[in-house]
Each structure stands twice: as C-alpha cells, then as structure tokens.
DNA sequence: GTGACTTTGTGCATCCCTTCACAAGTGCGT
DNA sequence: ACGCACTTGTGAAGGGATGCACAAAGTCAC
C-alpha cells in the first residue's frame, strides 16, 4: 500500500536521524547471536524510548510481528533499505592533516555502505604522499572522480579557512552531499545537504550544562528551588 | 530582573546547541575588526534565520541595541559567560589510537574554554609514550586528576568494544560530562551528560538522503510530482 | 479450537520549537 | 524638536516530535 510511499518520502528528519542507531544495535545484537527482538529491548539497546522506536519503524512499514517482537535479520536488512545503504557509496576526504589521516584510517567508514575512494589535498607538498595503503591525490581529480566513479559524498577534515575553497569545488564537482568537520559555516545551493560535526561545539554543550550544574549547587546553599528573590 | 534566572535556567536544549555557532562568527566578526552586527547578518554568518537568532538570544537577556544591533564583543562575551567559558574546563582524552591522537592534537580544543589536561589509555604498552609533548598516562591517574585538578570532562575515542568500561571508570571517578566518539550508546547514571559524536551516522543520514534525491529523479521520468498512482 | 498472554502499530494529547508579525525603542538627519 | 528609518524583543500562531494508552493481531499451551 503507501508503505513504499511512506518508506521513500515522509520519513521525517527526527526518525532519519536515529536509524543508524537501531542499525547499529541490531548489528550488535546479530553479531551476539540473538535473532529476535522486542521493541522494549531494542529500544533499550539503542537509547530510546519503545514508543519512539516503535514510530520511528512505522514509518518504514509494518516489519515487525505482535506478540513476538522484530525479527533481527530483517528489520537490520529493511533499515539498510531505507538509509540506501543496500549500495556502497563513494566518498572522498578532503584534507589530510592530522583529523584527515585519522578519518582516512578510520574503521567506521568502510563497516558498511561506504567506500573511501580518495584522499584529497590542496597542497601540491602532500599530494603523492602515501596515506595508509592509499596516495594523496590533487584537487584537480574531483571531477573525474564525479564522473566516472560516482563520487556523491566529500568529507571536508581541513582547516576552517579553507573549508569554503574546498567546499565550492566539491560543489562545482557536482558533489550534493558533504560532511564538514571544520568549524565554519558552509555556504552552498539549496540542493547540496551539509552536515557538521564539530568537537569543539559539543564541548561547549556539555561546559554548559556543567556551568548551570556546578552554579545550582552553588545556590542551592542559601535558597533550594523555585525563584531567586530580587 | 528575570534574565539571571532565565541566563541560568530556562534556555532550552536547541538554543544553547546554536550559541557556539553564533560565538564562533561573531569571533569571525572580531577578527575582522566588526565591531557592530544586526541579527540578519549574524544569523546569516551562522546559518540560522534571523527570527530564530533573536529569540536565543533573548534567553540570555536582552544586550542588543534596537535599530543599532548588536556590539560583537559584548555578545561574543555574554554568550561566553551563558556557555560557562570563563573559566578553563579540564579535558581528559581516553584512548590513544588514530582518533585520539587526532584529538589531542586538535587545536580547537585549545582555542578558548578548554585545556587537555591529560591523555590516557587502558593498554599498558602505550602508557608512558610520548603523544604530541604529552605523555600517556595510565587509567589509574583518573582519580588523582578529578580530585587534583578538578577534572570535570572525558572525552572517549576508543573502540566501541571498550567504550562502556572506559565510561564507568569516568563515572566512577566522578566525571559527570562525557563527550563518546566510540559507535556505541553508554549506559550511565541519570545525572551523567553524554554527547556523542559519530562520523558513520552521519554518513548514512546523508545516504538517506542522498538516495531520496535519486529515487525522485527516476520517479520523475514518468510521473512529475505528487501522489504515485497505486 | 479456544482462551490467555504478549507485543506491535497508531490515534490522541501534550509539549517544545520555529516562524510570523508587530509594537517598542533607538539613532539620524533636518 | 521632530519625524523617519531601522532593528530588537516578544506575544501568538503553526508545525513537529514525543509520550500515552489501547485496540488489533499474533503466539503458545493445552
């Protein structure tokens, strides 16, 4: 029926964001020899609540049997659908300083869904360089590599003052999706998704909330709750 | 009047995830020797729309100038003080592989509000190396950093596999803040503050999307927009 | 085959966040 | 001194996401 539908349109961006995760922990979970799961658990698993779980898999259709639960195997295999992880995409990272090589020796890229194909730098110095068992490679190869290896995803892992240069050519490539690790904003057409991730702004998240932990208890000495008298 | 309060309480989760986005341009702004800015070009320079500004920033009181705008250095200040950036927090670094030399090596730890005051590891081939002009310590230093030198956040970049003993070692000693680089959810008390930051989540949310946008391109060879007949 | 038990999928109410639109307030030119 | 142009701060409206509670639907034991 409109499940299809459903699966390829209106997903909305909160359950998007959290499907890696219940692919990770069904992944987990068959790697542990357990083929069958509730809601309750997986959720549990996952850092969710069941009912979010629940709504976030009834977008996708209707995988999972009442009275039993979800069977492993398949709902990780409809999830994969879903985020179009049935394919490997290709993807090149831009930058090979210290937070590039270690991006390029990371693990988690090529678990599954994701093939680094080139590592990319600006500076003529570091081009030909070997990276793991991998060569530094010119700006100037971006486009053939949109051509004729389908590169869709450019991680930039540059300093913030030459992320936008970075990002521009990418775009100019023809890459609409990019994963920014420097900490700046990128400007780019309506039609090209970026997404950030950035150490120093989740530092800053946790500093705050650890500021307003430390001040209450320091209020809490002379007053316990509720409004400060002015 | 109420903006102490507000200041200190009721800043809701998604505006304080936008102040180091607005700190950091309105750095920007400073170092180009901008000393004066209008809620329509600071939105623009981080991204955001100007009406969402302007209401995150009335959480923290109201320091804008009305048909002025805003003087930098003063909300790049108010907003330091929101986020508790005052003072230096001290940054323990958990695991010394790629990642984590990456981190430690990362200058934006450094730039404003934080100091690594220590990189540690579990494998005792590695305590005691050399890492940029630190020296691994071993996991057992934990205790002694929290109550010396006041230790209040752990960052992991670890294995999956070790992530979870690495954060009960943090609870255990006292750490309350945990920023988690490893692939995994971790199990902590309540009153514990995890932030995780995960490349390969974010690669398959650009999938997903990345999947959609071809998926409607073929769908648009035979119908144009809307409902797909059944 | 039947009944008791378990768990999913979902309508509904609630909450939070975003967006809109404008009154209130400020500076500037005349 | 006064009006004009501009921008902030904010009530109110709208949209989305979350949590609740339960009917629907299936399994298992006997």
Chains 1, 2 share one sequence.
Not at 66 to 80: K, Q
Not at 88 to 105: E, S
Not at 168 to 179: F, H, P
């Amino acid at each position: 029926m409109s499940a299809d539908v459903a699966a390829r349109r209106g997903i909305p961006d909160a359950s998007v964001a959290r499907l890696p995760g219940y692919l990770q922990a069904l992944t987990n979970l068959a790697e542990r020899g357990i083929s069958s799961v509730s809601s309750e658990e997986l959720a549990a698993a996952a850092g969710v609540s069941s009912a979010k779980l629940r709504k976030d898999l009834s977008h996708l259709g209707s995988y999972g049997v009442r009275g039993v639960g979800y069977e492993v195997d398949r709902l990780a295999y409809e999830i994969s659908t879903a985020l179009g992880l049935t394919q490997d995409w290709p993807v090149a990272i831009v930058g090979m300083g210290n937070l590039g090589r270690a991006l390029a020796a990371y693990s988690g890229f090529t678990t599954r869904g994701f093939n680094v194909i080139a590592l990319l730098d600006r500076d003529e110095a570091i081009v030909g360089a070997p990276v793991g068992d991998r060569t530094v490679r010119p700006m100037g190869d971006l486009d053939a590599l949109v051509r004729d290896d389908r590169l869709a995803i450019g991680v930039i892992a540059t300093p913030a003052d030459s992320a936008q240069d970075v990002a521009d050519r990418l775009v100019e490539a023809g890459v609409r999706s990019i994963l920014n690790f420097a900490p700046c904003v990128l400007d780019v057409p309506d039609d090209v998704m970026v997404r950030k991730v950035d150490m120093s702004t989740e530092l800053q998240i946790l500093a705050f909330h650890e500021q307003r932990r430390t001040g209450e208890l320091d209020l809490g000495r002379t007053a316990d709750v509720g409004e400060v008298a002015l």
